[in-house]
């Protein structure tokens, strides 16, 4: 076997890894951009696999979700729009490629023998959850009217956002994963699997179509949180663009926390320390993950991952 099974730890990490830290919302991010910032962000993964980890990769996929649609409006007069789900699954795709090809390439300089693939993978969600309110937002701002036209020709629901109008969609509660079993066997062989992109293509399962998409979007913190519990991790390791969560963050007094009970993290969620739509998950994610069976949950900076596992930098969780 080429996994090298004789040195592996025999512990399992769940790296996810932001999707601003692929391509920075300062940027405009072509392709080159995208590579450049894709191979800066596995140094940790590639520290991770030296230290015989089982890996498993879940990516973020905001911004390329938010250029898919924006070229599928523009083009919508010569070819039929697809549906969210089958786009998220695209981008799940090629920015799998990008890490998949960054991440082979930095082994192999690293001498390390590990295989890696991507792998498109569901994510089971309730149909009701699927249905209810959208609140997430999806892709570029707009002005009154475009939302108006793009309701009445695509079907989009829009809201005022702080960021302006945008297309808003369902973000259900991710409750398991389809291919979790092969997933599992993968990893389990010493194999980095990178699956879950953009938190993983919603369906839920229909008593006579059986599994069926939905135009959704999962939150991937919490789709690594769900898939860690389903291959049985002890780490999570969620990595974005602040050094981990903090107290009273975005304030003159705003504090670093170093570790958390799950019981603590609970009384700051409930408390609003953590912002919805960014942090909050994280942290739901985190104890959502402890809850099922996980030990360790770090939230730290995408430079700061290994430092992170061995405990000297991020926030980390535990129960
Ligand atoms: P990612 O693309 O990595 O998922 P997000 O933007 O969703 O990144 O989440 C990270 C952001 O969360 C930070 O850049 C920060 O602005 C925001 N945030 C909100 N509340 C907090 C907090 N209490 N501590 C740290 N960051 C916070
Ligand atoms: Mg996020």
């Given at each position: 076997?080429?996994?090298?099974?004789?040195?592996?730890?025999?512990?399992?990490?769940?790296?996810?890894l932001?999707?601003?830290a692929?391509?920075?919302?300062?940027?405009?991010?072509?392709?080159?951009?995208?590579?450049?910032?894709t191979?800066e962000s596995l140094?940790?993964?590639?520290?991770?696999?030296?230290?015989?980890?089982?890996?498993?990769?879940?990516?973020?996929?905001?911004?390329?979700?938010?250029?898919?649609?924006?070229?599928?409006?523009?083009?919508?007069?010569?070819?039929?729009?697809?549906?969210?789900?089958?786009?998220?699954?695209?981008?799940?795709?090629?920015?799998?490629?990008?890490?998949?090809?960054?991440?082979?390439?930095?082994?192999?300089?690293?001498?390390?023998?590990?295989?890696?693939?991507?792998?498109?993978?569901?994510?089971?969600?309730?149909?009701?959850?699927?249905?209810?309110?959208?609140?997430?937002?999806?892709?570029?701002?707009?002005?009154?009217?475009?939302?108006?036209?793009?309701?009445?020709?695509?079907?989009?629901?829009?809201?005022?956002?702080?960021?302006?109008?945008?297309?808003?969609?369902?973000?259900?509660?991710?409750?398991?994963?389809?291919?979790?079993?092969?997933?599992?066997?993968?990893?389990?062989?010493?194999?980095?699997?990178?699956?879950?992109?953009?938190?993983?293509?919603?369906?839920?399962?229909?008593?006579?179509?059986?599994?069926?998409?939905?135009?959704?979007?999962?939150?991937?913190?919490?789709?690594?949180?769900?898939?860690?519990?389903?291959?049985?991790?002890?780490?999570?390791?969620?990595?974005?663009?602040?050094?981990?969560?903090?107290?009273?963050?975005?304030?003159?007094?705003?504090?670093?926390?170093?570790?958390?009970?799950?019981?603590?993290?609970?009384?700051?969620?409930?408390?609003?320390?953590?912002?919805?739509?960014?942090?909050?998950?994280?942290?739901?994610?985190?104890?959502?993950?402890?809850?099922?069976?996980?030990?360790?949950?770090?939230?730290?900076?995408l430079?700061?991952?290994?430092?992170?596992?061995?405990?000297?930098?991020?926030?980390?969780?535990?129960?």
């Amino acid at each position: 076997m080429s996994a090298r099974a004789d040195t592996m730890t025999e512990q399992t990490i769940i790296v996810a890894l932001g999707g601003n830290a692929l391509q920075p919302e300062s940027e405009r991010g072509d392709i080159h951009q995208q590579v450049a910032h894709t191979r800066e962000s596995l140094g940790a993964i590639v520290a991770l696999a030296r230290d015989g980890w089982r890996i498993a990769v879940v990516h973020g996929n905001g911004p390329q979700i938010g250029d898919e649609l924006l070229r599928n409006e523009l083009a919508r007069a010569e070819m039929p729009p697809l549906p969210l789900g089958v786009l998220v699954a695209g981008t799940a795709g090629w920015i799998g490629y990008m890490i998949q090809q960054s991440l082979q390439n930095a082994l192999e300089r690293a001498g390390i023998d590990r295989q890696v693939v991507t792998l498109i993978a569901q994510v089971l969600v309730d149909p009701e959850d699927a249905r209810s309110e959208p609140t997430k937002p999806v892709g570029r701002s707009m002005d009154a009217a475009q939302a108006e036209v793009l309701k009445q020709e695509l079907g989009w629901t829009s809201r005022m956002t702080p960021g302006g109008w945008h297309r808003v969609v369902p973000s259900p509660i991710p409750t398991g994963i389809v291919e979790a079993g092969i997933i599992r066997q993968l990893v389990d062989q010493g194999v980095i699997v990178i699956c879950l992109g953009g938190g993983g293509t919603p369906v839920y399962r229909d008593p006579v179509l059986r599994l069926e998409g939905v135009d959704a979007v999962i939150d991937k913190d919490r789709a690594a949180a769900v898939l860690g519990a389903a291959i049985g991790a002890e780490t999570l390791l969620i990595l974005t663009n602040v050094d981990g969560a903090y107290r009273g963050y975005g304030t003159p007094a705003q504090e670093l926390l170093g570790e958390l009970t799950a019981a603590q993290a609970e009384a700051m969620l409930e408390a609003g320390e953590f912002g919805a739509g960014s942090m909050g998950p994280k942290i739901e994610a985190a104890l959502a993950f402890l809850r099922a069976g996980g030990r360790f949950a770090h939230v730290a900076r995408l430079d700061h991952g290994l430092e992170a596992v061995r405990g000297e930098a991020g926030t980390v969780l535990h129960a």
